[in-house]
């Protein structure tokens, strides 16, 4: 089983490149993260955004998605 963390950033209104004008721009928006499972036998993919990427939240995600359904990551 892969589980990966993507960190993104949050973007309020239109940005720069369509505009052309920095000024203004949303800083201390925060940051939003992407956390993806996917097993390596069957292929199947699990995605979750949630607060932060710390271990602690990315084990409840997948603890969670295991109780949920316990056919879904084979042991």
Do not use: Q
Not at 31 to 47: M, P, S
Not at 50 to 73: F, N, V, Y
Request: aromatic share 6%; with cysteine; hydrophobic share 30%.
């Amino acid at each position: 089983m892969r589980i990966d963390i993507k960190k993104f950033g949050k973007i309020r209104g239109i940005g720069h490149r369509i505009t052309g004008n920095r000024r203004g721009s949303g800083h201390g928006l925060g940051w939003e993260y992407l956390h993806v499972c996917v097993d390596d036998a069957t292929r199947l993919a699990y995605a979750e955004v949630l607060p932060d990427e710390k271990g602690a939240t990315a084990r409840t995600s997948t603890t969670s998605r295991r109780s949920d359904s316990e056919e879904w990551i084979p042991r």
